[in-house]
């Protein structure tokens, strides 16, 4: 079945989810708001087995055991991202051996050439958009 819907919210969807028993559907909005959509059985075909739904994910996005992406928001990727930040933190303190032979005889620094661009970038994260229309 197709649902087209329209003045729910104020401002584009970003987020639409079933919930875990089928028949309800959640839509978040940027502008602060949720809506809950509840279904009928009558309103929708009969729910697919477990079995069905793991043929129809293995036939879309493969073997989900070769699957090892690590998603932008998991646990284990913010922990790796704390885990740098600190590393990098440390290494910040310390004082290399690439700034120790930078510096003259007496503390100062040496004239140096400036750095390659490659060297002054920056990790940036990525926002989602939201595009209405």
């Given at each position: ?9 104020r ?8 919930a875990?028993?089928?028949?309800t ?9 949720v809506?809950?959509?509840q ?19 293995q036939?879309?996005?493969g073997?989900?055991k070769?699957r ?23 290494a ?17 620094e040496?004239?140096l050439?400036p ?8 990790k940036?994260r ?8």
């Open positions: 079945p197709v649902y087209v819907g329209s003045r729910f919210f401002a584009g969807v970003v987020d639409i989810a079933w875990p028993d089928g028949l559907i959640l839509a978040a909005s940027t502008d602060g708001t809506a809950l959509l279904f009928k059985e009558s309103d929708l075909a009969p729910l697919a087995t477990p079995e069905e739904m793991e043929e129809h994910m036939a879309t996005y073997d989900r070769a090892t992406t690590v998603f932008a928001e998991s646990a284990a990727q913010l922990a790796l991202e704390a885990e740098v930040a600190e590393t990098e933190a440390a910040s303190k310390r004082p290399s051996a690439a700034l120790n032979a930078r510096m003259g005889p007496g503390g100062e040496a004239a050439a750095a390659p661009a490659a060297a002054t970038a920056h940036r990525i926002e989602p958009m939201v595009m209405n229309g």
